[in-house]
T-cell receptor, first 114, second 118 residues
Framework: AQSVTQPDIHITVSEGASLELRCNYS??????LFWYVQSPGQGLQLLLK??????LVQGIKGFEAEFKRSQSSFNLRKPSVHWSDAAEYFC????????????FGAGTRLTVKP | KAGVTQTPRYLIKTRGQQVTLSCSPI?????VSWYQQTPGQGLQFLFE???????NKGNFPGRFSGRQFSNSRSEMNVSTLELGDSALYLC?????????????????FGEGSRLTVL
């Protein structure tokens, strides 16, 4: 079965600084990859997704992620973080044969310093 | 379009009781998945329903069950509650295919039902 590792439990960045959240996946074929964001007390909102094609995908709120097959990674980036980006971020992988059995990483909590 | 609606949002039960949580998916979405979220275990897949049939199941005991109705609404039930069942239960719906007929794995989540077991 597919699995996801998010190595960083908690990251703190200053407002206006750049951000990169790491995600490594394990899956035998080309996966479906996702990044979701969760604010306190809320459900998860999709930021972006990769199915195939261009390995650099753009998402909402100025986020982007790059799929690197050789490194089994799908890192999330943002050039300039805003205070409203403080939240928990989840990387997820879905199998191509049944993409609704989605496996999530443990999440990375982002704190933004003023 | 209305989002995924979960009820109740909060509930408190005692050990040994049972609980039923409800999920109304986005109109037109036929797939409904359930996840359990806890600080220790993170987001864990419970099961997925499609056209009233359970299509996938995670690694949870038989105390956790679900069903889906003909209008795609779904319920999950937990019997004989244990303290460790305290969690945020998230429901997510999916259109399965987009307007062009392509498969889409995107899940649309509700805000969850927070269950506390005392």
């Amino acid at each position: 079965a597919q699995s996801v590792t998010q190595p960083d439990i908690h990251i703190t960045v200053s407002e206006g600084a750049s951000l990169e959240l790491r995600c490594n996946y394990s899956y035998g074929a080309t996966p479906y990859l996702f990044w979701y964001v969760q604010s306190p007390g809320q459900g998860l909102q999709l930021l972006l997704k990769y199915f195939s094609g261009d390995t650099l995908v753009q998402g909402i709120k100025g986020f982007e992620a790059e799929f690197k097959r050789s490194q089994s990674s799908f890192n999330l980036r943002k050039p300039s973080v805003h205070w409203s980006d403080a939240a928990e971020y989840f990387c997820a992988v879905g199998a191509q044969n049944n993409n609704n059995d989605m496996r999530f990483g443990a999440g990375t909590r982002l704190t933004v310093k003023p | 379009k209305a989002g995924v609606t979960q009820t109740p949002r909060y509930l408190i039960k005692t050990r040994g009781q049972q609980v039923t949580l409800s999920c109304s998916p986005i109109s037109g979405h036929r797939s409904v998945s359930w996840y359990q979220q806890t600080p220790g275990q993170g987001l864990q897949f419970l099961f997925e329903y499609f056209s009233e049939t359970q299509r996938n199941k995670g690694n949870f005991p038989g105390r956790f069950s679900g069903r889906q109705f003909s209008n795609s609404r779904s319920e999950m039930n937990v019997s004989t509650l244990e303290l460790g069942d305290s969690a945020l239960y998230l429901c997510a719906s999916s259109p399965v295919r987009d307007r062009n007929g392509r498969r889409t794995g995107e899940l649309f989540f509700g805000e969850g039902s927070r269950l506390t077991v005392l």
